[in-house]
Each structure stands twice: as C-alpha cells, then as structure tokens.
C-alpha cells in the first residue's frame, strides 16, 4: 500500500538554524499539507500546497516557514532561523481530489 | 469556523469493556469527520472516516462512529476493547473543498486497565 514517508525521522538544530524537513507524498495525489504537533498538544495545520502554490496558510506560517516541491516527488518544508518554540513533531500529509488525507510518520524536530 | 471538542482528555477502561470516545464539531456545512490515533511517538493512522451516506460508519480495528448532525457529534466506539488500543485519539474535522486544511481536536488519551 503507498504510503507517505518523511525524513529525517528526528532533527536536532541548533536556535538560529535553517532545517529543511522532506517529504515524499503518495505518488497520485494532488495537494499537499504540513502540520505540527508540539509535544503533548493537538495537531495544527501550518499549510495546503495545490499546483505549485501555496492554498492557504495558517497565523503560524510566518515568513520563517517556506514550503516547496522541487522536483516532483518531494515536497519540503524550511524553518529559516529556527527557535525553540518550533520544537515540535512535524507531519506532512497528501490528498486525491476528494478523499481524506494521508499522514506521514511524521520528523521530530528539536531545536536546542 | 471550522472546530472539534473532545471533552475527555484520558479515559480509562478495562479490557474487554465497551469504549465510546465523544467528539462534537463545529462546522457550518456537511463536515467530513474522521478519527485518527496516535501510539506514542508515532504518526498519525486514520481508523475511519464520514464524507455522507450511512451515518454508521465502520472503521480498521474493529472501530465505528456514528455521525449525529442533530447533535453536531461523531463518537467512536469499540465493544471490547484490547490492550493495544492504547492511544490517542484525535477527532478531526475537514471541508468539503479540495485543498481544505483538517481540523484536528485536542485528542483523548486512552488507557486499557488489565
């Protein structure tokens, strides 16, 4: 069965660094998400990627965050100057048109 | 907007008893509703999802849920729970529009007494 995958599985940075967290959604399908959970809290929707541009994105996709699918298969994340507050467990999951979405093991980030 | 409660934070039941996890939504449309659960320190695994049709929907690991638009709920169930449904469970909800962003819920950590 396709599956997403993700990696690194864990990232540890130092604050101030730049992190490109990967992503590889299922081969067929269209639109792209990232999310994160910080430990112990729900999972929050950072951003929806649809035909090369950015759907929407949420209050915490601020200009420190970028996304990009460079070459067709993946699709990135980047944390520009990371801080510590962006600790947190990082998911990225694809969509078909219409169907629900499928989530990755998800990259552990923390930032020390 | 789009929000999802779930009023419990951990629930503990013993083996082999019945488990009803409750969630309510907040959406203004016909939702799509899903259930996901989390181990720990793993990723995120649909147990099962409503987009329409029969409000009863069955779901992996012997789960259902059970879609009340009267009530703005969709609470999962399981007759008899098993150790290894330990976890967290997250309700979720999405809009029916192709990019649309899922709303996740605050989650309900489950414990199984032997």
């Known amino acids: 069965e396709p599956e997403v995958t993700q990696t690194p599985s864990h990232q540890v940075t130092q604050m101030g660094q730049e992190v490109i967290l990967r992503c590889v959604p299922i081969?067929?399908?269209?639109?792209f998400y990232w999310y994160r959970q910080i430990l112990g809290q729900k999972v929050e929707f950072l951003v929806s990627f649809y035909n090369n541009e950015i759907s929407e994105k949420s209050e915490i996709f601020d200009d420190q965050f970028s996304v990009e699918r460079p070459d067709g298969s993946n699709f990135t994340l980047k944390i520009r100057s990371t801080k510590l507050e962006d600790s947190a467990m990082y998911f990225c999951a694809s969509r078909e048109a219409r169907y629900e979405q499928y989530f990755g093991p998800g990259t552990r980030l923390t930032v020390t | 907007a789009q929000s999802v409660t779930q009023p419990d934070i951990h629930i503990t039941v013993s083996e082999g008893a019945s488990l009803e996890l409750r969630c309510n939504y907040s959406y203004g449309a016909t939702p799509y509703l899903f259930w996901y659960v989390q181990s720990p320190g793993q990723g995120l695994q649909l147990l099962l999802k409503?987009?329409?049709?029969?409000?009863l929907v069955q779901g992996i690991k012997g789960f259902e849920a059970e879609f009340k638009r009267s009530q703005s709920s969709f609470n999962l169930r399981k007759p008899s729970v098993h150790w290894s449904d330990a976890a967290e469970y997250f309700c979720a909800v999405g809009a029916d529009s192709s990019a649309s962003k899922i709303i996740f819920g605050s989650g309900t950590r489950l414990s199984i007494r032997p």
């Open positions: 409503y987009f329409s049709g029969d409000t």
């Open positions: 081969s067929n399908h269209l639109y």
